[in-house]
């Protein structure tokens, strides 16, 4: 056993309003300089939806010439040196400004100066980049008017025959983003120049800007599309988990400015050596539960003391007891990773949204507040559980259904205690909880 401490976010999408305010102050924090204008380190995006970048979910699209090893490592196809070079030179597999969508603003003395029209506002939109007139035809949240139009989302599409879509069916739900600070980075093993690595002490990944040598590699390799060039710098930049901050102490820009609260941020342990393993599980399936397994319980007598041997700090690992990433994966066991199938083992899960019961597939004659119906009425949920499990246990409905009964059951459970009644102990025994 090696263990290794990595810095671990969970994000509870119930709580995600949309409001961008994450975004917004991530934004002035990292990116708010040329040659990042159209970059958002932080996303929030919409479900359905096309997500930012466009389409970052249709891996085949992207996929290209990569590949994983027989250690779970993604290295180019074998193929010829030719074909290694035309992919390194030409890369073709990233998104265009028009996936990103291009930054605009407005000319705002046009503002005051425009006659007036019919349409407000009277500006035309600009480029924030070249400065010209420029026609807008698709940002990362125009998506919110489709309500589960399966068209535009890979991840729908796959399920869109499991899903009715009707009109009562009808849903969207917010999901924010950031680098996963993979425990296995395909960023990492992607860069030719050895710029891109792996904090040992805390897992945040980062780009050495002084090696970098603007591949883009980085760019392609990462599934999740967390990696973005600087086209002013010529250089590869992304989210750096705000390490000048959490080292002095204080959380990322994202999670102390979050108006829901939603953001948990801590410590967890890991068995770096059982990483590998864990990345090449054959069935996607497995995957989920083959993450959870390289975690570490950091009660256990026998991790603590590997955990000094690899010299891992006592107040580090008093941190990881305490941290609500183990307590939301392990103890109550409600987070979930997002796409596990892409094998780079994220470290940033997610609470499944508890949507409520559309009243006419359950026919209980309930809004769905009642969660006590809400438990026995869970595939009744308006947000159907294949999409979540296409999105968090890469198809397998039983985890996702077992979360959001664990949901269910805790929300039934202090409804009734915050409204003066007796506490229901069979519904929380029923998904092996003892309390709140
Ligand atoms: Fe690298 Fe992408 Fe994973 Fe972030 S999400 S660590 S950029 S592979
Ligand atoms: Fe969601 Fe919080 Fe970001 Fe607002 S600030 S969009 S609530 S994650």
Redesign the pocket.
């Known amino acids: 056993m090696r263990v290794m401490a990595q810095l671990a976010m969970v994000?509870n999408l119930d709580?995600?309003?949309?409001?961008?305010?994450?975004?917004v102050t991530c934004k002035q924090a990292w990116t708010n300089r040329a040659g990042v204008e159209y970059v958002w380190f932080?996303n929030?995006e919409t479900r359905p939806g096309q997500g930012y970048p466009r389409t970052y979910q249709d891996q085949e699209r992207w996929k290209g010439g990569w590949e994983l090893n027989r250690r779970g490592r993604l290295r180019l196809k074998a193929g010829g040196r030719l074909r290694k070079l035309l992919t390194i030179f030409a890369n073709p597999l990233m998104p265009s400004i028009q996936d990103y969508y291009e930054p605009w603003t407005y000319d705002y003395d046009r503002l005051f100066s425009a006659p007036a029209t019919q349409d407000t506002p009277v500006a035309r939109p600009r480029s924030l980049i070249s400065g010209e007139p420029t026609k807008i035809t698709w940002s990362a949240n125009w998506d919110d008017n489709l309500a589960g139009d399966p068209s535009p989302d890979p991840v729908l599409r796959k399920v869109s025959d499991q899903v009715k879509l009707e009109f009562e069916r009808a849903f969207m739900f917010?999901l924010?983003r950031i680098c996963e600070h993979c425990l296995n980075p395909s960023c990492v093993a992607s860069c030719p120049s050895g710029a891109m690595y792996k904090r040992s002490e805390d897992g945040i990944v980062l780009v050495d800007q002084d090696r970098c040598r603007g591949w883009r590699m980085c760019v392609t390799g990462c599934p999740y599309k967390k990696v973005y060039f600087n086209h002013r710098t010529g250089k590869a930049e992304k989210c750096t988990m705000c390490y000048p901050r959490v080292e002095v102490g204080i959380p990322t820009v994202?999670s102390e400015?979050?108006?829901?609260?939603?953001?948990y941020l801590g410590l967890i342990l890991y068995d770096a050596d059982r990483v590998a393993e864990a990345a090449s599980v054959q069935d996607e399936k497995d995957l989920y539960e083959a993450q959870r397994g390289v975690m570490l319980d950091p009660h256990d007598p026998e991790v603590i003391a590997a955990a000094r041997a690899e010299g891992i700090p006592d107040d580090w690992l008093e941190a990881a007891r305490s941290s609500p990433i183990h307590k939301l994966i392990f103890e109550y066991g409600v987070a979930l990773p997002l796409h596990p199938e892409y094998r780079t083992m994220p470290m940033v899960w997610y609470i499944p949204p508890l949507s409520p019961v559309v009243d006419v597939l359950a026919g209980t004659g309930h809004d769905g507040e009642d969660a006590g119906n809400l438990f026995g009425a869970i595939d009744a949920l308006r947000i159907p559980i294949g999409y979540l499990a296409e999105l968090f246990t890469a198809g397998d409905p039983a985890p996702v259904r077992g979360v959001l009964q664990r949901l269910a059951a805790m929300r039934s459970y202090m409804r009734r205690l915050n409204l003066g009644q007796k506490a229901d102990e069979s519904i929380a025994t029923a998904v092996g909880m003892t309390g709140p």
């Not at 709580?15 to 975004?23: A, D, N, P």
């Not at 400015?257 to 953001?263: E, I, N, S």
């Open positions: 994000m709580k995600c309003i949309g409001c961008h305010t994450c975004s932080n929030v917010y924010p994202c400015t979050c108006v829901g609260r939603l953001r």
